[in-house]
């Protein structure tokens, strides 16, 4: 997988996170897989279609989407929550949203024309995500709340 | 009591989501995402505006809005969402209402929509992440036009 399609993912990832979060973001260290790979708890996943095609996963465990949720939360002056209930859940689908929103202007700027899925969440334990015939890039940001990886599978149309 | 004459406040200032009559300004707000929506009304409701009304798809906006006219001075339209977009929603709120006045609410990467919008008579676009600022400023501008 060409880098280019990473970098505007890394970068909105780590400026939203750093705009929403008001909060210092590391970027971690970048590593490929090729095989089935474990999800980390809590999975939203973005489709991409066009020019290029594939899917983006923003991943990380339960407990970093709840001290993420309950951040965001907190900025609208509401309660910090406990469990991963509907307005936590939106707020992780939020994020996404506004992360890849991000990064396809940034695509879209260097030339790649293509359309995006709203983004879905997954929950569940023992989650694995399997990319047929597209090696999946992975880019861990270090938050207080906990890790964030970003995940992104994406190959040009054949 | 007389504690504002005593003491007056060099900080004070009145609340902006207030007409110049004083009373609030009245919004209605589309979003798909609860999270959005609620934001946004925190937000508003903050500084003195009145949340009217929530909906959750441009069909149900476009339901509200006929409903509450013409208790409703602002829209903010969520662009992407379920069942009938904003865009769309956008355009048949101002067929039944020409002076109708709405501000888009977009994700970045669509310039496009956002363009379409402003032709079909959307008074103002926020694109997010929103922020306090940027709502506040975009609204009131919409409103004073």
């Known amino acids: 997988m060409r880098v280019e399609y990473i970098n505007p993912f890394v970068e909105a990832a780590y400026n939203v996170l750093k705009e929403v979060l008001n909060t210092e973001v590391h970027r971690g260290e970048l590593y490929l897989k090729s095989t089935s790979m474990p999800v980390l708890g809590v999975a939203a996943i973005v489709g991409l279609a066009g020019d290029v095609e594939g899917r983006v996963l923003f991943d990380m465990t339960r407990q970093t989407a709840i001290q993420v949720a309950s951040t965001m939360l907190a900025g609208m002056e509401m309660e910090p929550i406990s469990d991963l209930n509907d307005m936590g859940k939106a707020s992780i689908t939020e994020l996404a949203n506004m992360i890849t929103g991000q990064a396809v202007t940034k695509l879209h700027n260097l030339g790649f024309k293509f359309d995006l899925t709203p983004p879905a969440l997954f929950t569940g334990e023992n989650m694995e995500v399997t990319d047929a015939d597209v090696e999946a890039l992975i880019v861990p940001m270090e938050l207080p709340q906990g890790k964030l990886e970003i995940n992104v599978a994406i190959r040009e149309r054949a | ?145």
């Open chain 2, 1 to 145: 009591m007389k504690t504002k004459q005593d003491f007056p406040n060099i900080n004070e200032r009145t609340a902006q989501g207030l007409s110049p009559e004083g009373t609030p300004y009245r919004v209605l707000v589309v979003d798909d995402s609860m999270f959005v929506t609620k934001q946004i009304s925190q937000i508003l409701t903050s500084e003195g505006f009145d949340v009217v009304g929530t909906a959750a798809n441009g069909q149900e906006g476009l339901e509200k809005y006929k409903e509450l006219f013409p208790n409703v001075d602002l829209v903010t339209m969520d662009i992407t969402m379920p069942t009938m977009d904003g865009v769309t929603a956008l355009e048949k709120i101002r067929e039944f209402d020409g002076n109708a006045c709405v501000v888009m609410i977009s994700a970045l990467g669509k310039q496009d929509l956002v363009k379409k919008s402003l032709m079909a008579g959307a008074k103002n676009y926020i694109v997010k992440p929103l922020d306090r600022k940027k709502v506040l400023e975009r609204i009131l501008m919409s409103l004073k036009q």
